[in-house]
């Protein structure tokens, strides 16, 4: 552990945060993928479709109880990092005290009739508390980033993804196919997640000495009143945001079953691997811009640098994903879930996914933007915007137009990729940086032509993904902005 003055020094840095975050969360997803390659070896495709989907809709259902207060210490930590650890424990305050009417609603909604969820309730309540142990990590995990120490939330993601891999493994290797007992291997890695994080930043912060004064970090949390109103965009914003990836997954099992919905989220995984590195960037950007919110001049040159890592990561994601994918899911899959036995293969899903995958990457700079602005409930608007379009391009590409499962899976790909294309439009038009990107011009026509290019060619499997090659010289900007932030 560095000596006291050395940790009170260290400050937020959107490059090296991101390096941080970005390599541990793709290490996690890795552990990630091979849990999930374990689960569908042990367990039914119906029992594992329950699963997936009543750990999603738990989640969805309580992410409200965060409250958006994780996201604004994220964003004023770095003003008074020895207040950082106060603002943890009043943000578990609130949100113990919110968490009880909601849990008490979800008791009495039932809402797993909502998708038809015919799971035991055993299984439900594991996924219940998984959900609100994931709510409770947000806090000390904010904290750690905000006060540049983002290395300690990654080892804390690190240990949460490999404790449940491992039980996944001796349940497996032991012959268990109780899938309640898989969940409860979930909920174990999960609390040790959270547990970590918050032993991490005690230790960090526990010599960190300055006045307690909340107007430090910023003159909103002088008052729970003005605190809770400013973080109130940021809570409606995560009551509706699950659904943005997660609304395709609920109409198709509505429309189609557990089976096809287990399909889709298997070819949901290496796309939700892809998403870890723009919520890592973002992550890492949002205190950065948050600190320099109030200098315009800085902010441009933060959003700049952020964008020309996302163009450089751009080739790397869209080829290295089709490859990974093509080479890894043969083998670590069973059949039902490549050739169609349930609607359509999964692997066909996931290349209609990169165009989305592609969107949300770019978007990273002016999302991120609107979240550290000084108007939140900008950024709310933005986001029901997008759900409200996720939800209508939902309901009319898979509940309507087609009339078989291999039609509604392939519809629930193409609406997720044109929603993440509408939140990468609606991003730069509610940002009010337009100017910035038609200054860059030439490098976004290069990655909308190359992105559709390569896309079309894994679709179809032609060679016009050779036509998407030119990417690659995204890749020199890309590493020399990265090196600039290494600071």
């Not at 983002?150 to 039980?167: M, Q, W, Y």
């Not at 959270?194 to 526990?206: A, H, N």
């Amino acid at each position: 552990m560095a000596a006291a003055g050395t940790i009170s020094a260290r400050t937020p840095s959107s490059g090296r945060d991101a390096g941080w975050l970005v390599s541990a969360d793709l290490l996690a997803v890795g552990l990630a993928f091979l849990g999930q390659i374990l689960l569908t070896h042990a367990l039914l495709a119906e029992h594992y479709g329950w699963m997936v989907l009543a750990i999603d809709l738990y989640a969805s259902i309580f992410l409200v109880i965060d409250l958006g207060l994780p996201t604004l210490l994220a964003r004023d930590g770095s003003h008074a990092p020895h207040m950082v650890r106060p603002a943890v424990g009043r943000i578990y305050r609130w949100q113990f005290m919110v968490s009880m009417p909601f849990i008490a609603l979800a008791f009495f909604i039932q809402p797993q009739s909502l998708i038809d969820l015919t799971a035991a309730s055993t299984l439900l309540f594991i996924a219940a508390c998984i959900a609100l142990v994931h709510v409770a990590a947000y806090a000390p995990r904010s904290g750690l980033r905000a006060i540049g120490e983002a290395r300690f939330e990654a080892l804390s993601k690190l240990l949460e993804r490999l404790l449940t891999v491992l039980g996944y493994a001796v349940l497996y290797i032991g012959g268990s196919t109780n899938v309640e007992a898989y969940a409860l291997v979930f909920l174990l890695g999960a609390t040790v997640g959270t547990g970590s994080s918050l032993l991490f930043l005690g230790r960090i912060t526990r010599t960190m000495n300055g006045m307690d004064a909340w107007s430090e970090l910023d003159p909103v949390w002088s008052n729970s009143r003005t605190l809770l109103w400013t973080a109130l965009p940021f809570a409606i914003t995560l009551g509706v945001l699950p659904y943005v990836i997660r609304i395709e997954k609920f109409i198709v099992a509505g429309t189609a079953g557990a089976q096809a919905a287990a399909v889709f989220h298997v070819a949901q995984l290496a796309w939700l691997a892809g998403l870890v590195v723009p919520s890592a960037m973002r992550a890492a950007l949002l205190p950065v811009l948050g600190a320099n919110r109030h200098h315009p001049y800085l902010r441009r040159n933060d959003m700049d640098t952020s964008l020309s890592m996302c163009f450089g990561l751009l080739p790397i994601g869209l080829f290295g994903g089709a490859l990974i994918v093509k080479i890894l899911a043969p083998v670590a899959f069973p059949d039902e879930y490549l050739d169609g036995t349930h609607g359509a293969s999964a692997v066909t899903l996931f290349n209609i996914l990169l165009f989305g995958w592609a969107c949300t990457l770019l978007a990273t700079p002016t999302y991120t933007a609107l979240m550290a602005g000084n108007r939140p409930w900008k950024f709310t608007q933005f986001i029901l915007i997008v759900v409200l379009c996720a939800v209508l391009l939902g309901w009319l590409l898979i509940g309507i137009l087609p009339e078989s499962d291999m039609g509604r899976l392939h519809a629930a790909s193409i609406a997720s990729s044109l929603s993440a294309f509408f939140l990468l439009v609606t991003s730069w038009s509610m940002s009010d940086h337009f100017s910035s990107i038609w200054r860059r011009r030439d490098e976004w026509a290069l990655a909308g032509l190359g992105t559709c290019f390569v896309v079309l060619g894994l679709v179809s499997q032609t060679g016009w993904w050779v036509l998407g090659l030119p990417l690659f010289t995204f890749l020199p900007q890309g590493w020399r902005a990265a090196r600039s932030t290494l600071s």
